[in-house]
Structure formats: structure tokens, C-alpha cells
């Protein structure tokens, strides 16, 4: 079943190590051809064997390639897509695992040439490790990726990646590019954000010694030191890039918060039992949707393939 | 290694019925007897032999019993102290799991007699379920349990808490009553409120469907729902009695979420970036601290005994 017969990995960070991987073991492609910016990055892709061949310019890489994949930072995405376009085969598919659709669209699309199909893509699939050697092969295994295909596109070449993406174990849907960025503002950037806070917050106390947050954090803390351990470059960018819908998330969430604080404050019991009561009902839902167990202690002994840590 | 001879429950939530299951399965006491404010409650802890004896008021319960655990929510703690303190016998011991320490002393310190010690307690250890059917003894196990004797705490009352603690296989550390406080609204109150109100906040929203909210949980937002789904009540006592502690790492935690929502607005990279790296060593320490796995995906396959949801 090899779709592609030539796939380029372009960065070879956790994502697209992780696609080597995959497709590898499910012999999605006959050759995998890479390319990192960094010589270091190249270097550890040669010595564990990641691709088949390893080019030193993202050119090079894509010569020939009947898939293109854009695994670099978001605010990397259009001069790389600048650099590769003229190098690019007729009927070839252009697509990207950046958290944020739009910015990449505005950066990438003006780039792609007549008769080569862009369909940009982002796997809700990560860790808190990155690199060449963080990758492994059940990264995406029942995990979403989802797929914003322009308004024309290609019936044909969305398939053709939608296929890929479901042979290396993940669930595919397609949404409006837009509609994406407002959905991961919600649940994936603020979160993020927050969780960056807060552990900033820990950070910089005085009284309370890094020794007893670090030993006492299993009570709440741990959970936000998780998510608040990915990439900084790609968190970055996916801040800068996905702004609009983050501030619009944000300015809900603090004035939620001041509500809170107020009650808080005024010991206005009523008001937070009744809050408290009400997320509940969403944590329910999530574990019927089987996307969490039940179990007691958050089911952290049973679970299997489920993560954070990508936007 | 009976070291109570009687030990009353008052309260029969997740926090007591795990303490009758493991004090039980350690044979820590000779006999346990239980209350529950709650008809419902005390039926269900027959029906399932949680305790020797379940007394239909607390003062019945108290008579005769070595060791006392008041486990109700922190804003119980003064009316059932005052019930109980003329039926306590000489020597006894009151103990009590509340997540604020200072206002439970406040509380229920004044009603305790001569004669009777006074060690207040905190086990770090939840899960997001409650109620009599939520308990199990391995709950404690590897899990901090605080302790706040008052200066003049008679010591071979708090060497028998602590090797009772320690005997549910929890780790014992004493600190003072306001520093308790104060880690605790860092490392638990209020990363529990954030985590309450971006569940509220994306409960509000009308744009993203709560189906779309709970599919692509996995991205961020299911760790805040996984510990803003702890029990109500609890949660409400322990903002309304550690406010000042709460309400002080909450304004810093603006102060700072603030500071990087301009840095958004600014589309100043360079502050984003540096924060993000800083809060990535913290994580490390937690890793090297033992408190959590360096395993990919989080570890969540792999991870055993640590869970978040008591404050």
C-alpha cells in the first residue's frame, strides 16, 4: 500500500521523526528523503538511520518528492516554502503539521506553484521531548489530524493524504482553517498559555523554595508543569501566529477569573459550588467520549496512547 | 502493630473510607467506627463493611476512641468539633485531613479540651472521584502527608499520627500551619481554579461545539478538566478558608499572564521564547525529583501510583 512513492521530511523534529517512523512500519512510501536546518540535527538523522537520505538544503530535498512535508516551525513555514517552490514536482502534495492553519496559509500558499496541491494538516499528537530522537512510530496512533483543505482542492490528492494519515493510526477530519484556530485556542493555546503562567508564577516565589514546589507538585501543579514542557520555539510561534483567537480565548478566561476571584473574595460560597459543579459535567463527557478513563488516581496506571504537548 | 486501639471516622468520603481500607489492610487499629452526616452515606458504608461500627452521630462515634479523623469539608470542621469535644477521652488524639490547615485550626482548635491533642493533617493524595464507594488503601502510598502540629504538640501523639501516616505507606513531613497554606495555594488551590475556570470558559463558548471541546481534549484541555473535576464542595471550602494565599499567587498569576498576553499583542518573540525555556527546567526538576516520569507521551502507559484532585 505505498501511496507516495517519495516523501520529504522537511524539519526532523518529533513529528516528522515520528512520521519516519510510521510510515516506515506500516510501508506507507518507498523512500523517505529529510532535511533539517541544523547540521547537528542532519547528523543524528544519519547516524539512527531516520531517512533514507539526509540533504543538507530543503531543495534538495524535495527534488522529486511526490509528498512534501512541512515539519518546521510555524514562523519558519513560508521562507522555507519560498526556498523549496521552485524545486517542486507537478502533481506533488505540499502539506504542513504546524498548530496554527491560517498563518500558514497566508505564509505558505502565495509560494505553491501552479499544479502542486497544498492541504495543510496538524496531527494533535506530541510530547514533552523534541528532536530527531524523540520520535517513535505510535505518536499519531488514535489521535486526530486534522486536515484543512482549500476550497478546491484536490479530491484526489486529499485522499491520497488523509490515507496516509490513517495508516499511521490516526483519525482524520477536515474543517475550515479558520474554524481550527479557534478550536485549538480553546482547547490546546490558552491552555498552554495558562499552564506557562502558572509554573512562571512558582518560579518566581520567594517564600515557598523550589524544593517544596517541586516535591508537593503531584497536588495540581504537575499536571500544568506537563503541558508547560514543550518546545518553547514552536509554542512561540504558535502564540505569535494564532493571536486573534488566543486573545479572544484569554480575554474570556480572565474575566471568568475575576468572577472567581471576586467570589473568592467576597466568600461567596453559592457562587463557586455552583461553578465548580458545572465542569463536571464536561469531564463526564470527555471520559464517554473515550478520550480518558474513569479509573480512579485519573486511570495514569492503565492508560495507554493518549498525550499532550503539541498545539 | 496496633498503634489506636479505636479510630473514628468522621466523614466517610474517598479520603476516610481509603484510610479505613489500608488502616485495615495494615492492621494499623484494632477497630474502626464511623459517621457520615449523610443517611445515604452511612447505609452504603454498612452495606460494604467500610467499618466495624457506623454510629448515627458523631459525638456516638467519638466515645471511647483513641484517634479521631475528622475527613468533612474544611468549612464542617467547627460545628463538628464543637458536637464532638464533650464525648473525646482523656489522651485522645484529633486529627484531621483538610487541605487549609490554618483555618481548621482556627476552627476547631477552641473546642478541643485539656487533655485531648490536637495534630492537624493534610494527605496530598485524591483522585477526582468521592463518596464511601470511592476509596482504596493504596491511595497514600508514596504520597506526602503533611502535618501542622502546634508548638507544645505532645510528641509521642504526633510519632503515633506519623507512624500511622507512614503506615498507609504515605511520607511525613511537619511544617508550620501558614507555610502550608501558602505551598499548597501554589501547588494545588490555585492551579485547581485556573483549571476550573478555562472548563467554565470553554463551557461558555458558543462558537466551538462542546462535541468539537471534548474530541480534541487531548491537545491540552483534558489535563484541566482532569483536575477541575474534584469534588465541589471540598474545592469551595478551600477558597472561601485560604483566601488570602489564594487570592495573593492569583494576582501574580495575572500579573504575569498579563506581562505575556502583551508579549502576544507586541508580537515580542523574544520574551515568549525565554519564558517558555524557563519553565521547562522546572518540569526537569520535577523529573529528577522522582514526583513524575521523563517517559515520552508523559508516561502515561507506564506510570503507577501518583494522581492529582485533594488540595
Redo the contacts between chains.
Keep these: 500500500m505505498a501511496l507516495h512513492d517519495r516523501v520529504a521530511l522537511i524539519g526532523l523534529g518529533l513529528i516528522a521523526s515520528s512520521m519516519a517512523h510510521a510510515m516506515r512500519g506500516a510501508g506507507l512510501c518507498r523512500e523517505i528523503v529529510g532535511h533539517a536546518r541544523s547540521a547537528e540535527t542532519r547528523a543524528t538523522a544519519l547516524e539512527i538511520g531516520l531517512c533514507d537520505r539526509v540533504c543538507e538544503t530543503a531543495a534538495e530535498a524535495v527534488e522529486g518528492a511526490d509528498l512534501i512535508v512541512l515539519a518546521v516551525p510555524v ?1 519558519a513555514m513560508g521562507a522555507i516554502a519560498a526556498e523549496i517552490a521552485p524545486h517542486l514536482k507537478p502533481g506533488a502534495t505540499v502539506t504542513d503539521v504546524g498548530s496554527v492553519k491560517q498563518a500558514v496559509i497566508t505564509a505558505v500558499a502565495p509560494h505553491i506553484p501552479e499544479g502542486v496541491h497544498f492541504i495543510p494538516g496538524h496531527p ?1 499528537a506530541g ?3 523534541s528532536g530527531p530522537r ?1 520520535g ?1 512510530a505510535t ?1 499519531f496512533r488514535n ?2 489530524w486534522l486536515l484543512t483543505p482549500p476550497e478546491g482542492a484536490d479530491p484526489a490528492a486529499v485522499a491520497r493524504l488523509r490515507a496516509l494519515c490513517e495508516g499511521m493510526g490516526a483519525n482524520v477530519e477536515e474543517m475550515d482553517a479558520a ?1 481550527h484556530d ?3 485556542a ?20 520567594r ?2 523554595t ?20 514543550s518546545d ?2 514552536m ?3 504558535v ?2 501566529t494564532n ?1 486573534e483567537a ?2 479572544d ?2 480575554g ?3 474575566e ?2 475575576f468572577a ?2 471576586r467570589a ?2 467576597l ?1 461567596d ?1 453559592d457562587h ?2 455552583e ?12 471520559i464517554e ?1 473515550g ?2 478513563t474513569a479509573a ?3 486511570g ?2 492503565a ?9
Excluded at 495540581?220 to 508543569?225: A, V
Excluded at 461553578?275 to 470527555?286: H, L
Design positions: 514562523g494533535l510530547t514533552e521531548h524523540s517513535f505518536l489521535r486526530w474554524h479557534l478550536v485549538l480553546v482547547t490546546s493555546h490558552t491552555p498552554h498559555l495558562i499552564a506557562y503562567t502558572m509554573v512562571g508564577v512558582a518560579d518566581h516565589l517564600r515557598v523550589q524544593s517544596e514546589i517541586i516535591r508537593y507538585s503531584a497536588a495540581g501543579f504537575r499536571d500544568f508543569t506537563r503541558i508547560a514542557a518553547p520555539t509554542w512561540r510561534d502564540f505569535l493571536k488566543t486573545l480565548i484569554l474570556r478566561f480572565t471568568e477569573l472567581l476571584q473568592i473574595r466568600g460560597g463557586l459550588f461553578y465548580f459543579t458545572r465542569t463536571r459535567a464536561i469531564r463526564r463527557g470527555i467520549a478520550q480518558d480512579p488516581d485519573f495514569r496506571a492508560e495507554a496512547t493518549n498525550g499532550t504537548g503539541k498545539g
